[in-house]
């Protein structure tokens, strides 16, 4: 079985569900300009992404590799702070130092152990899996990092206020496991399934990927909010 190609015209098609919801922002006065930013970036980073994941997969060279995921974790640990307005630099390297031990531990666990790549740099399977756990790390950190400011501003105690945002950050984490094989076939699944795979496997890959990002977002939001404390007692102070 072969995944279908789709055309350019039927590509086209799916955003007639986007643009009613812009017209329903514009009619409410709400950030059109933004959303539309948003989408329009979308299309140009994943038409951009897929000639330049074409160029890895053929070069099969480990340092470029390396490299994307480096740009990945860099961009990630930005990322995860974008809502923050002050200290953003003096958290980014905290950020970046839990994204890379959460998320990196347990890439190479899954890579080497787990799958067993050979060659172990798979551009394949690496860089899909790398952005999956990266992201997931990030949005738990940002998530974790805005409710810990709300917290101490409110005057809550930073042990308290620590213990709420980590909880916060890992409500989409368990939502998914509760709804994973009953509300929704995430999208390692559902692409396998797609491409002939039995379902049998594809469910095996994704019992992995479930306890990837369930591990990574744990462990990076941890390393961060332990490392950067010293920042977020300053700021209770």
């Known amino acids: 079985m072969t995944i279908q190609a ?22 409410w006065s709400l950030e059109a300009n933004n959303a539309i930013y948003a989408v329009v970036r979308m299309l140009v980073q994943l038409l951009l992404v897929g000639y330049v994941l074409a160029a ?15 740009v990945m974790v860099v961009s990630a640990s930005w990322i995860a702070l974008g809502s923050i307005k002050i200290h953003r ?10 994204i890379v031990l959460g998320g ?11 799958i067993a790549l050979s060659p172990w740099f798979e551009p394949h399977y690496m860089i899909p899996l790398a952005g999956m756990i990266f992201a997931n790390a990030m949005n738990s ?3 974790a990092t805005e409710r810990l400011y709300a917290e101490i501003e409110r005057g809550v105690a930073y042990e308290k206020a620590r213990s709420i ?39 095996h890959y994704q019992i992995v ?7 990574s977002a744990g462990l990076s939001t941890a390393y961060f909010l332990a490392f950067a404390k010293p920042v977020f007692v300053q700021i209770e102070a």
């Open 165 to 203: 945002a980590f909880q916060a950050a890992f409500i989409p984490v368990v939502n998914s496991l509760f709804a994973v094989g009953l509300v929704s076939l995430p999208g390692m699944m559902t692409g396998q399934i797609l491409s002939g795979v039995s379902p049998i496997v594809a469910a």
């Open 141 to 143: 950190i940002s998530l």
């Open 56 to 70: 890895i997969f053929q070069a099969q060279s480990a340092w470029v590799v390396m490299l994307v995921l480096l």
């Open 6 to 27: 789709i055309p350019t015209l039927n590509l086209a098609l799916a955003f007639m569900p986007v643009f009613a919801v812009i017209i329903l922002l514009y009619r």
């Open 89 to 98: 630099m003096k958290l980014y390297r905290h950020a970046l130092i839990g």
């Open 104 to 114: 990196g531990v347990t890439l190479v666990l899954v890579t080497q152990s787990v």
């Open 209 to 215: 990927v479930m306890c990837m990002i369930f591990g």
